[in-house]
């Protein structure tokens, strides 16, 4: 019988082929296996350097004159993008636990701090409020505090990483505060005394503005009750030279008017009359 030595040659380059092409599948399977084990490896190492642990809030609203606990407090805290909200219980004290990266202990501050009810906060941590740089407006029994950026006190655990505030606040009142400007003071041809609607700038921290422009002569403050507030009047000297005036407030239950433009009227009289 005579072997047919082409079709031999032929059988033997398709084993060849077979064989190589086999070889190409099993490479590329080893290959996808071996990308999908670094990916998964690569990404739990990326887990693991960022893990996630429990954080614990705690808040303690203290009363500044007395030093004892302000219990039931309405309160909305907001740290980092993480929001706390509740009432304090009978010991003052407002907790709640959240978990987040580790690395946001090294970050974590006190943005804004909200105050349902007639309370202005007098301090922060070792902070006194007249001492910070801060926004705070009133609304509908509502104070809020933004821009505070305060740092707490942070206790780390082996289950959790702890965060304190001390929140010093006082129960206030509302004041009318006179506080037109009376270097806008003018004598008209007549002899009659007329004055523009300017209102004098005032920073009277802890205290907080509530309505501005209650009337021509006065504005609505919330002032805390029994504490004295340093109220900074900003001036221009000689009309051009910018300086500030402090005026001693202290408020009390019986207190409903604070007079400011008094003491600057007595200023601008005695600067007037300087030689």
């Known amino acids: 019988m005579r072997i047919d030595y ?11 082929m077979a064989k190589i092409a086999i070889f190409i599948v099993f490479l590329t399977i080893l290959t996808s296996a071996y990308t999908f084990n670094t990916a998964v490896k690569a990404e739990q190492a990326s887990t693991a350097s960022t893990p996630y642990v429990k954080y614990t809030l705690i808040s303690y609203f203290i009363d500044y004159l007395t030093n004892s606990p302000v219990p039931r407090l309405n309160v ?30 090294n970050s974590i501050l006190l943005n804004s701090l909200s105050v349902y009810g007639n309370f202005t906060i007098v301090k ?45 606040t006082l129960k206030s009142k509302f004041v009318n505060v006179s506080d037109l400007d009376v270097s806008t003071m003018e004598i008209l041809p007549n002899g009659e005394i007329q004055f523009r609607r300017d209102k ?76």
């Open 124 to 168: 922060i941590q070792d902070y006194m409020m007249e001492d910070l740089r801060y926004d705070v407006t009133y609304s509908k029994n509502v104070i809020i505090y933004t821009g505070l950026e305060v740092r707490p006190k942070i206790i780390s655990t082996e289950k959790e990483t702890l965060l304190y505030y001390y929140i010093y």
């Open 76 to 105: 909305t805290l907001v740290l980092n993008g993480f929001t706390v909200k509740g009432l304090a219980d009978d010991f003052g004290s407002l907790k709640s636990s959240f978990n987040a990266s580790k690395d946001l202990a």
């Open 6 to 16: 082409i079709s031999f040659l032929k059988e033997v380059k398709c084993l060849k």
């Open 200 to 275: 004098l700038v005032l920073d009277a921290r802890p205290a907080v503005p509530v309505n501005r422009q209650l009337n021509r002569y006065e504005s609505l403050y919330l002032f805390p009750i029994d504490y004295t507030v340093t109220v900074k009047v900003r001036i221009f000297r000689f009309r051009f030279l910018p300086e500030t005036y402090p005026v001693k407030v202290l408020v009390t239950e019986n207190t409903s008017f604070v007079n400011i433009m008094g003491p600057i009227l007595h200023f601008r009289i005695n600067e007037t009359l300087s030689p």
